[in-house]
């Protein structure tokens, strides 16, 4: 019988992890962005490329490139950027403010010196004004640094599973 | 049918919301408006090599953009003749042969049916395929590394029809003698609102920048700026002629620059550059935002690049990508693409609050007794130029309606205008058109 890989984990690891990873989500549907700011480490790379419709004989290629277009293409200078234009109480897409909530699944955990690769699942349901709901699903690849505060997020890879988004803007974090 | 000079009144500077959300109306753009103008197809950079191919839309009709095995580039519908399946369902890619995935009928490059499976059994070899090739969008032409296409076989060149925006487009287009390309990828999304709001804004419309986009500009505004004294430009230009148009201010130094921050600034204001275009061009039409007839807009301090492509009369998508010039470094070509997402785009600072408006705005227009209410296109009216020494076209303050005005009148000249009998795309002619391509 085949078996596909998976590593036994070591539970308090993978329930720290995960407590981490729901932690941030609450902070977000919180609409603690600041706060959010902090558990990012000053060299982080925030990343979500755009995706294409390709053949299966160039499926290689369905994920933009480290050079070319993306949603975003962050580093916590940027980040505090969005942030700020938030907090300027005059940024109409969040103003009424948007509902939203995250669920977090399939978080698995690959130890790599000082360093955790994650992967998780991410839905974002956002609803806001009258009728405007936004479904975001999303594959997340976090590299997660231990830092004397404790976890924080060196990078993160947000796979969209969307090529056209279906959403008249994305004024979400995820 | 529609009277429409009752719900567009140019001399009067009113119109009412009904071109919006009408349904007729939008039957009739897709006939008057789509099927015969030039219409933005792709930039040359994304079609590298023989078989590189795209595919787009010309109103709401698909077409794949391609490379042919002699360097040319063609378009043609993506819609099989036998039973009108797409024959190319990805995006972008490169490939030797279109096949229809239904039944298997298979097109060269430049459209020819090469292949129908079962012609002996089935079509007992009777089938002409030279006459059943796809649907070739007859006229394809480049001005500067775009280009455009139009289903019109007898339209005027494309640098004739683009007329006067050229003079906008050669300050985003020509910058560098190397020309320019556009960055690998586009970003595509939907806005629930009329394709027009968004084109007559970026013919027209400066008048929204500070306010909708206050929260962009402070947030994007130097750290420490005192934004008490930040002080927004008021002294422009803007132009329009054949229903394209733009706008700029005539320091295109001032905000602006501010929020490009050193790197991205001084390429935008490099003195090279500035020389190639003259000082008319590079002082003020350079930070030009702009619509091309009916919907290829683009943001020359932002460098980018889109269209807006119409999906019923209540919703519009949006592809945009970010140009760059040819000649410039990688390091610069990147923080130009960063910058672009940062700021245009789903998620840019800037136009997350568009695509906020025109979603509300659409659905205020749904409304019975909205629709009786005029809307005021009236900004400078009566204050416009035709003799303006530096610009070509007509000329008003940046801080008009005159090219959402300038924008209206093609558009309505167009929408009373039948296309011509036998012209490809007459609705009230199909019945004479012959089946060939």
Redesign the interface.
Known sequence: MNTIPHAAMDPALQLEVEQFLYAEAELLDARGFREWLGLLTEDVRYW???R????I??YA?EV??P????????DLG?LT??V???E??????EDPPSRTRRFVTNVRIKPDGSELAVRSSLLVYQHR?ER?VNVFAAGRQDVLRRTHDGLRIASRKVLLDQ?????????VFF | MIDLDEHVDLERGVMSRKVFVDDDIYRLELERIFSRSWLFLAHESQLPKSGSFVSTYMGEDPVIVVRRSDGSIGAVLNSCRHRGMKVC???????RAFRCSYHGWTYGLDGDLVSVPNMAEGYRNELDMSRWGLLRVPRVESYKGLIFGTWDAEAQPVEEALGDITFLLDTFLDRRPGGTEV???????????NWKLAAEQFASDMYHSFL?H???W???APEGADLSEMVFPSVGSQMTSQGSGGGWFHDPTGAGSAVLGPVLAADFTDPAVWERLGEVKAGGPIGCHATVFPNFSFLGAFRVLRVWHPRGPHEM?VWS??LVDKDQS?EI??AW??FA??TF?????F???D??????LQRVSRGHIAQTVDLNYQMGIGHEVTDHPDYPGRINHVYSDNAARGFYERWLELMKTPLRPGQRGNATARAGQEVTR
């Open positions: 979500m490329p755009t294409a419709n390709r053949s004989r160039e290629l933009a490139g050079g070319e277009m993306a949603h975003y293409d962050d940027s950027t969005r700020r234009r938030i300027s109480n005059q940024a109409w897409s004004l405007e090529t056209v988004v279906l959403a008249n803007n994305i004024s | 369902r990805a995006d972008v890619g490169t490939t960055i690998g990828g586009v970003q595509k999304w939907v806005m629930g609102g909708l206050a929260s962009a402070q947030a994007l998508e990508w970010t990688p070509k990147d693409r960063r997402s940062m785009g789903p998620t840019g600072t136009e997350q609050d695509g906020e408006i025109w979603t509300d």
